[in-house]
């Protein structure tokens, strides 16, 4: 048995079919999770839109008050939220249309490349996740020194 007859039984034995369930499962998947990351965009949109009426409004009320802090500073964050938030969204939306194009077409390329984006959406959230604990269990770390002086 030669090198190219054992690779081709190698990748033979790793062939993993797709049965009808598990087609319909993921189409209905990437029904629901094309329809998610719509409402995400728009709901970037609104954040975004939320960022600019908070600057404006928010450096009128410090012009007002003549506060020394810029409140504008408020809208930025809301930038900041809204960028964080498009690459979740965007990997959703792209995990979606290559799952439905794969399945359409009978790609496997493209459903591998949809997993992907899977892949680096739970990889994007596990690691929002443990960023926002630590960030937490700093705020705690700091603030109950801080209460306990008060």
């Known amino acids: 048995m030669n090198m ?3 690779e081709r039984n190698e990748q033979e034995n790793n062939l993993m079919t797709i049965n009808l369930e598990i087609q319909n499962y993921l189409k209905e998947t990437s ?3 094309k329809f998610l990351a719509i409402i995400g965009y728009v709901g970037i949109g609104l954040i975004l839109i939320m960022a600019i009426v908070v600057m404006i409004g928010f450096s009128n009320i410090s012009n007002i008050y003549n506060s020394g802090f810029p409140m ?4 930025i964050i809301y930038i900041l939220i809204a960028v964080l938030y498009y690459f979740p969204v965007t990997y959703l939306y792209k995990f979606s249309i290559n799952i439905n194009q794969g399945l359409n077409s009978n790609n496997s390329e493209s459903i591998t490349y949809g997993f992907q984006n899977l892949k680096s959406l739970f990889k994007f959230m596990g690691i929002s996740t443990v960023v926002v604990i630590s960030l937490y269990g700093l705020f705690f770390l700091f603030l109950i020194p801080i209460a306990g002086f008060s």
């Open 4 to 6: 190219e007859n054992l």
């Open 31 to 33: 029904k629901w999770s």
């Open 72 to 75: 504008s500073i408020f809208g």
